[in-house]
């Protein structure tokens, strides 16, 4: 019965119903308030994909990763604000700048190992924030950025109201999602996975190491560029909190609801933790003490989060009955086990 | 096919590798062997490219790859294996070895973008590549077994096969047989013999003296770094440099 159910949840035509969903969400929502917490969601999820990206697929865990949704989100701001650029010239300004600086952060920061990557990319986070709070001549300091440029409708589109650029950010995630299949299925998000699995053998099947993890943290950070830009024209006010490093730990908690490493896990993590942090607003501060425990028990208990447990549980059910490879080789030619979870 | 001419590898004032020169033979089982620390893992760590050589040099058939990195080493053809191989647990074995080929593709972000035909095209190569190297190491019923529901030697031959997948030269085999019992030591040695008829050369570090006895065509000794001895199975054997200073008081049951 369950496992029915879940050969359901995986059917290709699964993800069409989804998008459907997202499509008539705001028809279903009852306020539009709903809309914008799920379009604030979305922004995040986006982000979120890029932090599986580089920690998720290839392993490096990249503290700085909210640093960068910052540095998107404040480009955006800046270059329409004070140098009165159009939302979409200074958009794609974010997310070649948010590469460049990915590029030579990683070229810098890669050379380090596990944790000191860690603790180095923290490092830089920080520095990130320090750079928005305190330089202000640059980011107007403490107060922030006011007057951002809305992105640019088109006709009778208007980007200012809530519904119009929900459907905007919507487009921006389903094209993440994917493009992040994309890569996930193919020999390059294989290459990223025989890194996370060790350097050691990685570099003895011919990976170039270097090559190929500046690659998916620059993807990763162009991401959070993207994220972040998104943020500034929806929201359009940016302040050095939305470089607070806190935004990085969060990211790390939806990754890990959801199943870091599997294609679904952001999108689902990110959309659950915001909607039941939304559900229990009421209890403000006490909110965390449902929170800590919650996520002490899903990490002891599955690790994998919700989609990596999920996909493992239908696999070994499949095995067990003896009907899922054959099933999933007929299915399709460059077919894989990970493949099924597009579905999910 | 191998010759290493007086390789040293200092680590600080301690020599893991000292001097160390020998030629390994195309086509054959070479073995390497020596108490713990006798810097074997070293020496192939140096062979691969892991880590530089402090002198000496490293010829793979004629080309000079002492300076080379690891990545460069692999796509001259030399695959290797671990003591112990980290692989993708939840995900099968099939796709785990599918990036084994990677070094022989050349598809980039571009291609993943835009699905090219290269990239399509590399991704069959890989695939088939993948099944060829898990039936030669006769792991194709386990195609879609997670690998975190394999057994120890299962894990071995997956181990095997992703190197195999690499379409090497020269396999170097890190304690191959370490963990598994007396009847699969036996299936992976004939392994390792089927390897030499398709035209691998093999060289593993191994501490099962039955089994290095039984299939190497030659063998090499080492300790503190330095090579005390090389030889056939039964030169070794009978050499009392190696019974003094590896076998010592185990050698009727070692031999």
Known sequence: MMFKLGALIMHPASKYVLLALAVLFPALASNEYQVYVMATAFIW??????????????????????????????????????????????????????????????????????HYFAIFTLCVGFIIYLLLDKWEELTHGAIGVRGIAAPDGFGLVNFRETIPVYYLILFFLVFIIWFTSRIQKSLLGRTFIAIRNGDDLAESLGINLMKNKILAFVISTTYAGLAGALYAGMIRFVGPEDGNILHTFNMITYLLVGGIGTLFGPLIGTLGIVWITQSLQFLEEYRMIIFGPLLVILVIFFPLGVSGSFLTWMHRKAQALGLGPKKVQQESKVNTAREVENNA | MLKVEHLTKMFGGLAAVNDVSVEFGANQINAIIGPNGAGKSTFFNLISGVHQPTSGRILLDGTDVTTMRCDHVARLGVGRTFQTTNLFETATV???????????????????????????????????????????????HAENRYIADCTQEERKRVAFALALATDPKIVLLDEPAAGVNPEETEGLAELMKKMVKNGLTVCLIEHKMDMIMGIADKIMVLDHGEKIAEGTPEEVKNNPVVIEAYLGSDHDAAA
Do not use: M
């Open chain 1, 45 to 114: 999820a986006i982000a979120v994909y890029g932090f599986n990206v580089i920690t998720g697929y290839c392993g490096q865990l990249n503290l700085a990763h909210g640093g960068f949704f910052a540095i998107g989100a404040y480009a955006v701001a800046l270059l329409t604000a004070d140098y009165g650029w159009n939302f979409w010239p200074a958009f794609i300004a974010a997310l070649v700048i948010t590469a460049v600086l990915g590029f030579l952060v990683g070229a810098v920061s890669l050379r380090l190992k596990e």
């Open chain 2, 94 to 140: 099939l796709d785990n070895l599918i990036v084994g080929h990677r070094l022989r593709t050349h598809s980039g972000l571009w291609d993943v973008l835009i699905n090219s035909k290269r990239l399509q095209a590399e991704e069959k190569a890989a695939r088939e590549k993948a099944r060829e190297a898990l039936d030669f190491v006769g792991l194709t």
